[in-house]
């Protein structure tokens, strides 16, 4: 049954090393099970039920790539869309956390929307090279940032806005030891490097009494109901328009090139791609990541999308959607483990935000430096980021800069439709809000 679903032969892999594949991808990424509920409940939101959330909207969007698009990929709630959610939107805009579900949920669906209709293909080569990547590193910076503020590594100062904190305390130099032991396990190839790191920082703030103890091992799943179909539609649509639009397009934004540069990254890896160097069967993958993100906002938690962390499992030997199922399975069974996950301490998991940042930081070597247009605007997009903690800002005055500098330069015939439309809705935004 298993061969004649998913095609083994023809991938040419097995059972058993799809099993061994999920795995290896589940313990790669399952740090977002501490990670998520940590950033998303400093929303408001009740933190075992963001858990819960969390643990549901990865499984279920995992299954449904696996099955209906039979690739090795998993799906989680984003890193950078999280922070998003909670730092830009709900505490730097003040929008209530129930309007900002309902901006992840409609987005969801024009994405979905989008997936379903050619109309995606433009969009994606619409956007300069150099902007995709800036925008990627950029969330990089913001995530940095997070981290380093969670950790107490970086705290505010009057004058300055940002100084460096207390270097000698407990917190933080478990954080730093953390970060360290995250890397070094990364760079010798070890299997879950980042919740190694993560429960190893925890046990040791136990021991130490900076940190809680869990009231067991095993429970009961929390309850859903704070956060399960809570979102606010007609509250969103009350905001004003330009504040609607710059909502929802930085949420699709941000989950569109994402999903597709994941996509095209891991199935590289897999040797997916065919002779043009196009992702077959790239519909039902972005059906499948739309779908799981408007799942996701129905249950109560940001953008899921697809995660980078699949490659772990493609390297280990998974080739089908065999791989994703198991992923999905063992999201299901981490439900009930939710003591352990809602007692992990911020700055065990402080570190592996800082991890995931320099991972993502990476793109911006791919940048053209030898072209001051190209590299100009991508730094002015990554660098607004974490400086006004705001990705949709710093989306905004990149495009601007983008658009501005290659008009004045007289290279017209490099900015597409998309980026005169997209920058002038941020310049309305920044002048009127």
């Known amino acids: 049954m298993l061969e004649k679903f998913f095609h083994l032969k023809e991938h040419n892999t097995t059972v058993k090393t799809e099993v061994f594949a999920g795995l290896t991808t589940f313990l790669t990424m399952a740090y977002i099970i501490f990670v998520n509920p940590d950033i998303i409940s400093a929303a408001g939101m009740d933190k075992g039920a963001v858990f819960v ?21 998993a799906m989680a709630p984003g890193m950078g869309l999280n922070a998003f959610f909670t730092f830009a939107v709900v505490k730097g ?15 969801g669906i024009l994405f979905l929307l989008l997936s379903i209709l050619p ?6 080569n619409s956007i300069p ?11 990089g910076l913001f995530l940095g940032f997070i981290g380093l503020k969670s950790a107490g ?9 940002v100084s460096v904190g207390n270097l000698t305390s407990l917190p933080v130099v478990l954080a730093v030891i953390g970060f360290i032991a995250m890397v070094v396990l990364d760079y010798k190839r070890v299997p879950g490097a980042i919740i190694i790191g993560i429960l190893g920082v925890s046990i040791i703030g136990m021991a130490l009494g900076i940190a809680k103890l869990p009231s067991g091992l095993m429970a009961i799943p929390p309850d859903p109901s704070p956060t399960f179909l809570q979102l606010d539609i007609s509250g969103l649509f009350q905001l004003a328009g330009a504040t609607i639009a710059i909502l929802l397009f930085s949420f699709l934004l941000v ?5 597709a540069g994941t996509l095209i990254a891991v199935a590289h ?43 772990s499992g493609v390297r280990a030997g998974g080739r089908t959607g065999l791989t994703a199922v198991v992923v999905a399975i063992l999201f299901l069974l981490a439900l009930f483990f939710a003591p352990i996950a809602t007692s992990i301490p911020g700055f065990a998991t402080a570190p592996a935000i800082i991890f995931v940042a320099c991972l993502m ?28 903690f705001s990705i949709a800002t710093g989306i905004g005055l990149g495009f601007i800069a983008f658009v501005a500098i290659k008009f004045l330069c007289g290279r017209f015939t490099e900015i597409s439709a998309a980026m005169w439309l997209v920058s002038a809705c941020f310049m309305i935004y920044f002048i009127t809000s």
């Open 93 to 107: 805009m003040g929008v209530s956390w129930q309007i900002a579900l309902a901006a992840v949920f409609v987005s």
């Open 53 to 73: 959330a969390t643990c549901v909207a990865a499984a279920v969007g995992t299954l449904i790539m696996g099955l209906y698009a039979n690739y090795p990929i």
């Open 153 to 161: 590594i970086v705290v505010d100062h009057p004058a300055t806005l």
């Open 361 to 388: 930081a990476r793109g911006l070597a791919e940048v053209d430096w030898e072209d001051i247009t190209e590299y100009a605007p991508a730094v002015i997009t990554a660098l607004s980021m974490p400086l006004t």
């Open 129 to 139: 090279r150099s902007q995709k990547l800036a925008i990627a590193s950029g969330i």
């Open 269 to 311: 890896q897999a040797k997916m791609l065919d002779e043009n160097g196009n992702l077959p069967r790239l519909g039902p993958a972005l059906v499948a990541d739309s779908s799981a993100t408007v799942f996701g906002s129905l249950m109560g938690t940001s953008t899921t999308t697809s995660y980078i962390e699949s490659s």
């Open 119 to 124: 109309v995606r293909a433009w969009i994606i």
């Open 255 to 259: 989950d569109l090139f994402d999903t």
